[in-house]
């Protein structure tokens, strides 16, 4: 079975600019959450979405958004980028919510100039 | 909303030897609370979860305990090798979905 898939891998954007970060869950997986990574602040939760619908949400300002499609792929979008946006995004499936282990991808790597 | 402290943030043990990783949460009402591994450049993977209703866990060399009353759970890894060298983050997490708060990771090296 394939792994969670995101797209694209690296992503060089500047300062203002907006960014769409893909993720293709394994197949069957209905609920798909949204991490951020960076070195001082470890894995930070963005949001998580379960049938196109968005079930939770982390601290993060209304510039870092999110959807769901029919088929469970997931879309995140940040807006304005700023400095600080720059990281690791890992996006995570799971079969069903709650109590179901994460499957996470290998990540996108936002870099903001 | 949850908070989940790790402690400590880096561990060098012997090859051999156990480690221990300990965390603690700020709400109660977390009942699920996996482990999850982190080798350089991969991604993070899972290696054990507890739920709130057991106090103990154990999967070949690794175990989890949960305390629930003192709101702390700890990763025991014993009989500690070269490859258990890897991040480790534990997690808690409300079960009305998977949103997971982390602890900031315990980077752990195994020297031979």
């Known amino acids: 079975k394939a792994g969670v898939t995101q797209t694209p891998r690296y992503l060089i954007k500047t300062r203002g600019q907006q960014v769409t970060l893909s993720c293709s869950p394994i197949s069957g997986h209905r609920s798909v959450s949204w991490y951020q990574q960076t070195p001082g602040q470890g894995l930070q939760f963005l949001f998580e979405?379960?049938?196109?619908?968005?079930?939770n949400k982390g601290n993060f300002p209304g510039r870092f958004s999110g959807r769901q499609f029919s088929n469970s792929r997931s879309e995140m979008n940040v807006s304005t980028l700023e400095l600080g946006d720059s990281a690791l995004y890992l996006c995570?499936?799971?079969?069903?919510?709650?109590?179901?282990?994460?499957?996470f991808g290998n990540g996108t790597r936002l870099t903001v100039t | 909303g949850e908070n989940v402290e790790q402690h400590p943030s880096t561990l060098s043990v012997q090859e051999g030897d156990s480690a221990v990783i300990k965390c603690t949460y700020s709400?109660?009402?977390?009942?699920?609370f996996p482990w999850y591994k982190q080798e350089l450049g991969k991604r993070p993977q899972l290696i054990i979860d507890i739920r709130s209703n057991v106090g103990e866990k154990k999967d070949q060399r690794i175990a989890v305990t949960l305390n629930k009353t003192a709101k702390h759970f700890s990763l025991h890894i014993t009989e500690t090798q070269p490859e258990d060298s890897a991040v480790y983050f534990c997690a808690a997490s409300i079960v009305t979905g998977t949103a997971l708060i982390f602890g900031k990771g315990t980077t752990l090296s195994v020297s031979s």
């Open positions: 709400d109660s009402a977390s009942n699920y």
């Open positions: 979405y379960f049938s196109e619908t968005q079930r």
């Open positions: 995570a499936s799971s079969l069903v919510t709650g109590y179901s282990p994460l499957h």
